[in-house]
């Protein structure tokens, strides 16, 4: 039987969680449809981490850095997945990604092709450290590599993603 | 490097979840609760009322399929043709799924691998990972849920099994049982999903029945010992474990194991794991108890076991033997191509890889 007092917590808790819920969904949202290649895959990972994040969140919530927990969660979930999607792949059973573009300006379809066409680990290196700022130690741990590997994996996918860049612009 | 990133944060912001997010992550959390719950019921209710089955066929137990015999050593390369998805050896052959195109039609190469010929091309409207057992070969299809059945004996498809439905939702109204690794024992067949259960196939009504379900577990493959039924899960420590269970039992031991698990197989005397990025090697013994073993040394992408012999293939395109007692490594061959899968058995080695080959590994060489 819990005390009011273990409610009161809960309940507080769960108000925390529930805005952290809504302050960080929208960018881990989409940072994974980037990172995934597609929606329904991104939003099944979006909701996968923020429910493993709930069922820890009394001690989540206490980190300096909950959200850096999230995506740490949140990118073990996908190098799970990727793991299945990568067999699946290299069996040449494509699961076609599905990420929806419709009225997208011409510039960002092409860049976004081209992320698409990334392999997976570069295009995952690429936006932890490009767009999560994270240092590649930390990425290196989550993408499960050494910092070394996140940094050329990194580099590789950003001189692919310029010379798109160069190839519209030019 | 400014323009990738100021590109990769615009599209990033461009993306919008769908609304009401937060009411499905509490749904989602309210049937997980509830579906651990029926699970716990529900797995063992299933696994009695397929305990008789078990108990027939343990009883009525089939000779190993038969396995080619030694050959000459002639390292032998077939071009079968495709993307090889999978390698199998039994019913006298070997056996490669290769897929024709990316939608996931393919063909079963079958292969005397006494003489390296290909006896037959069987086209299927899906192809996936295979085994040869119980006179027949078993392919997968994920996409469809099914496993299609092939006479060995007429290399005719004489059946489309499908996958029983799961206990528990995955996502809303979903239940579905996609099956994704196959294995043979105790005179049934053994299918995983990823979705956190496995299921057998009696060759003698071509019924699937679950056996074990958990729908937190994400499964990674199946796998049969000499008592044991084996699946592993795709976590991270500390959630990385493998699960054992009995065929005649509905009792689930899961096994904490300290590093991912990629892929295992089964030997005489338990199951050897791949760990993923490292490839490491540990072993779980018949008895449950879990050791490191050797290592690959590199990545490596597939694993197979004979006895108490592990064989790894290499990402670089090395073959290694690791001897299952001492740990020692030896390599085998080296491929000009990365691997996909391999196969095993008495002295043959079967290794596939992405030029469409099919390369012959004489054991003892």
Same mark, same amino acid.
């Given at each position: 039987?819990?005390?009011?007092?273990?409610?009161?917590?809960?309940?507080?808790?769960?108000?925390?969680?529930?805005?952290?819920?809504?302050?960080?969904?929208?960018?881990?949202?989409?940072?994974?449809?980037?990172?995934?290649?597609?929606?329904?895959?991104?939003?099944?990972?979006?909701?996968?981490?923020?429910?493993?994040?709930?069922?820890?969140?009394?001690?989540?919530?206490?980190?300096?850095?909950?959200?850096?927990?999230?995506?740490?969660?949140?990118?073990?979930?996908?190098?799970?997945?990727?793991? %299945?999607?990568?067999? $699946?792949?290299?069996?040449?059973?494509? &699961?076609?990604?599905?990420? /929806?573009?419709? =009225? #997208? @300006?011409?510039?960002?379809?092409?860049?976004?092709?081209?992320?698409?066409?990334?392999?997976? %680990?570069?295009?995952? $290196?690429?936006?932890?450290?490009?767009? &999560?700022?994270?240092?590649? /130690?930390?990425? =290196? #741990? @989550?993408?499960?590599?050494?910092?070394?590997?996140?940094?050329?994996?990194?580099?590789?996918? %950003?001189?692919?993603?310029?010379?798109?860049?160069?190839?519209?612009?030019? | 490097?400014?323009?990738?990133?100021?590109?990769?944060?615009?599209?990033?912001?461009?993306?919008?979840?769908?609304?009401?997010?937060?009411?499905?992550?509490?749904?989602?959390?309210?049937?997980?609760?509830?579906?651990?719950?029926?699970?716990?019921?529900?797995?063992?209710?299933?696994?009695?009322?397929?305990?008789?089955?078990?108990?027939?066929?343990?009883?009525?137990?089939?000779?190993?399929?038969?396995?080619?015999?030694?050959?000459?050593?002639?390292?032998?390369?077939?071009?079968?043709?495709?993307?090889?998805?999978?390698?199998?050896?039994?019913?006298?052959?070997?056996?490669?799924?290769?897929?024709?195109?990316?939608?996931?039609?393919?063909?079963?190469?079958?292969?005397?691998?006494?003489?390296?010929?290909?006896?037959?091309?069987?086209?299927?409207?899906?192809?996936?990972?295979?085994?040869?057992?119980?006179?027949?070969?078993?392919?997968?299809?994920?996409?469809?849920?099914?496993?299609?059945?092939?006479?060995?004996?007429?290399?005719?498809?004489?059946?489309?099994?499908?996958?029983?439905?799961?206990?528990?939702?995955?996502?809303?109204?979903?239940?579905?049982?996609?099956?994704?690794?196959?294995?043979?024992?105790?005179?049934?067949?053994?299918?995983?999903?990823?979705?956190?259960?496995?299921?057998?196939?009696?060759?003698?009504?071509?019924?699937?029945?679950?056996?074990?379900?958990?729908?937190?577990?994400?499964?990674?493959?199946?796998?049969?010992?000499?008592?044991?039924?084996?699946?592993?899960?795709?976590?991270?420590?500390?959630?990385?474990?493998?699960?054992?269970?009995?065929?005649?039992?509905?009792?689930?031991?899961?096994?904490?194991?300290?590093?991912?698990?990629?892929?295992?197989?089964?030997?005489?005397?338990?199951?050897?794991?791949?760990?993923?990025?490292?490839?490491?090697?540990?072993?779980?013994?018949?008895?449950?108890?879990?050791?490191?073993?050797?290592?690959?040394?590199?990545?490596?992408?597939?694993?197979?076991?004979?006895?108490?012999?592990?064989?790894?293939?290499?990402?670089?395109?090395?073959?290694?033997?690791?001897?299952?007692?001492?740990?020692?490594?030896?390599?085998?061959?080296?491929?000009?191509?990365?691997?996909?899968?391999?196969?095993?058995?008495?002295?043959?080695?079967?290794?596939?890889?992405?030029?469409?080959?099919?390369?012959?590994?004489?054991?003892?060489?």
């Amino acid at each position: 039987m819990r005390t009011v007092n273990e409610i009161g917590r809960l309940a507080l808790g769960a108000e925390e969680f529930e805005t952290f819920f809504r302050t960080n969904e929208q960018r881990l949202y989409g940072t994974l449809c980037l990172v995934t290649g597609d929606s329904r895959e991104a939003e099944e990972l979006t909701q996968e981490a923020f429910l493993r994040l709930w069922e820890r969140w009394d001690r989540v919530s206490v980190l300096d850095d909950p959200a850096a927990y999230l995506y740490r969660t949140a990118f073990n979930l996908f190098r799970s997945r990727l793991r %299945r999607l990568y067999r $699946a792949a290299r069996r040449g059973i494509g &699961l076609k990604p599905a990420l /929806d573009l419709s =009225g #997208e @300006i011409d510039e960002r379809v092409d860049l976004l092709a081209a992320v698409r066409t990334l392999p997976p %680990r570069q295009r995952a $290196a690429v936006i932890a450290l490009d767009l &999560l700022d994270l240092p590649s /130690d930390k990425a =290196g #741990e @989550i993408l499960g590599v050494k910092p070394v590997t996140v940094r050329a994996l990194a580099s590789q996918a %950003r001189q692919a993603l310029r010379a798109r860049l160069e190839e519209r612009d030019g | 490097m400014a323009n990738v990133r100021t590109h990769l944060e615009q599209m990033r912001n461009h993306f919008a979840p769908r609304p009401g997010g937060f009411e499905r992550l509490v749904a989602r959390r309210d049937r997980r609760v509830r579906t651990q719950r029926v699970v716990a019921a529900s797995v063992a209710l299933a696994l009695s009322a397929g305990l008789f089955v078990g108990l027939w066929n343990l009883w009525n137990v089939n000779p190993m399929p038969s396995s080619p015999g030694p050959g000459p050593d002639r390292g032998l390369t077939i071009q079968v043709g495709g993307s090889p998805v999978d390698v199998a050896m039994g019913e006298g052959s070997v056996w490669v799924a290769t897929a024709t195109d990316s939608s996931g039609r393919g063909n079963v190469v079958r292969i005397d691998p006494t003489g390296g010929r290909i006896v037959a091309r069987i086209p299927l409207p899906e192809i996936g990972a295979l085994t040869a057992a119980e006179g027949s070969v078993w392919v997968v299809n994920l996409r469809g849920g099914t496993v299609t059945r092939i006479d060995s004996a007429t290399n005719e498809p004489t059946d489309v099994i499908d996958m029983p439905s799961l206990l528990y939702e995955v996502a809303e109204g979903d239940r579905e049982f996609v099956p994704e690794s196959i294995q043979s024992g105790f005179g049934r067949i053994w299918i995983s999903t990823a979705r956190g259960a496995v299921a057998s196939i009696d060759p003698i009504s071509d019924r699937a029945v679950l056996s074990a379900g958990d729908p937190q577990a994400i499964l990674g493959g199946v796998a049969t010992s000499r008592r044991w039924v084996w699946a592993w899960n795709v976590f991270e420590p500390p959630d990385a474990e493998v699960w054992r269970f009995s065929p005649e039992s509905p009792e689930i031991e899961g096994i904490g194991v300290p590093d991912v698990v990629l892929d295992a197989a089964a030997g005489s005397a338990g199951l050897y794991l791949l760990h993923a990025e490292t490839g490491d090697v540990s072993f779980i013994s018949e008895a449950g108890q879990h050791s490191r073993l050797g290592s690959a040394g590199e990545r490596a992408n597939a694993i197979a076991a004979l006895d108490s012999t592990v064989y790894l293939a290499a990402a670089s395109g090395s073959i290694y033997a690791i001897d299952g007692l001492s740990g020692e490594r030896r390599l085998l061959k080296h491929l000009p191509q990365e691997p996909i899968a391999l196969a095993v058995a008495a002295d043959g080695l079967w290794v596939t890889a992405g030029d469409g080959t099919v390369t012959e590994v004489v054991l003892g060489s």
